[in-house]
């Protein structure tokens, strides 16, 4: 029996360091603003970083899809958005304008040299990562099919238990 409690505290344990946070980072808003990543998983929201670039067809389109519901989100889950552009210096205008454009209400940071998305092991844009109200990377995807907004909200329904 107690050969049986240690190897289930072992796991708890080892389950416990393996978890993901964010990585102890400062990227620049489009404003200008220096942001350190840490401080979007210690706010207590549920925090949605979507990784995109202005030549990006499918992640332009994810973002507008969930443009249309995120005020819903916010309110129903506690969420916020934060799209990463990994768009380089040369392009950068770019991003502002287009995300100013489209009148998103989400924070917009620049990656430009990838280091955030390297960081939590990204290949490609769309890339999506879902962060729990204590900071914790719960979920991760690449890619995105019309509808995909959807799966994201059953995620967000089941992290803040509605």
């Not at 990204?122 to 799966?151: A, L, M, R």
Request: charged share 25%.
């Amino acid at each position: 029996m107690k050969s049986l409690a240690f190897f289930a505290l072992l796991t708890i344990g080892i389950s416990a360091m393996a978890q993901e946070s964010l990585p102890d980072l400062e990227l620049y808003d489009i404003r200008g603003n220096k942001v350190n990543v840490t401080e979007f998983g210690q706010n207590g929201k549920i925090t949605v970083f979507n990784f995109w670039a202005t030549w990006c067809t499918p992640c332009k389109k994810e973002l507008n899809n969930i443009a249309d519901l995120y005020e819903d989100w916010v309110a129903d889950y506690n969420v916020e958005i934060v799209a990463v552009s990994i768009d380089d210096a040369k392009t950068r205008a770019n991003v502002v304008s287009y995300a100013d454009g489209q009148g998103w209400e989400y924070t917009v940071l620049l990656d430009q040299n990838k280091d955030l998305q390297r960081l939590l092991n990204g290949q490609t844009v769309p890339f999506t990562v879902i962060v729990d109200q204590q900071g914790n990377v719960v979920d991760k995807h690449s890619g995105y099919v019309e509808g995909d907004e959807y799966i994201l909200e059953d995620k967000l329904i089941e992290l803040s238990g509605n």
